[in-house]
């Protein structure tokens, strides 16, 4: 499925290694095919809803008239913010 993107990158990494990104990024791996375990440690941070002191650049009008008593539901299903064109 996302093989057939023509964007793809592949980052590799040493055993042992760590990857850092962006949850929101279209992201896979490729099938363990050896006989060794392959461990994986997964760790999600959410970052609370505000902007950022360092914040220079205009603030999208859809985070700057949100509701800050909100919540929302995580899910692990691409939402309206996952780029089509992809």
């Known amino acids: 499925m996302f093989s057939e993107n023509h964007d793809l990158v592949n980052v590799y990494s040493n055993p042992g290694g760590l990857v850092l990104a962006d949850a929101r990024v279209l992201h ?26 360092y914040w220079e650049d205009e603030v999208p009008t859809a985070r700057r ?9 995580g899910s692990r299903i691409p939402g309206e913010f996952l780029d089509s064109a992809v």
């Open 28 to 53: 896979a791996a490729y099938k363990n095919q050896t006989d060794e375990i392959r461990n994986l440690l997964l760790v999600w941070h959410q970052r609370p809803e505000t902007i950022p002191e």
């Open 65 to 73: 008239n949100r509701d800050p008593d909100a919540t929302y539901e």
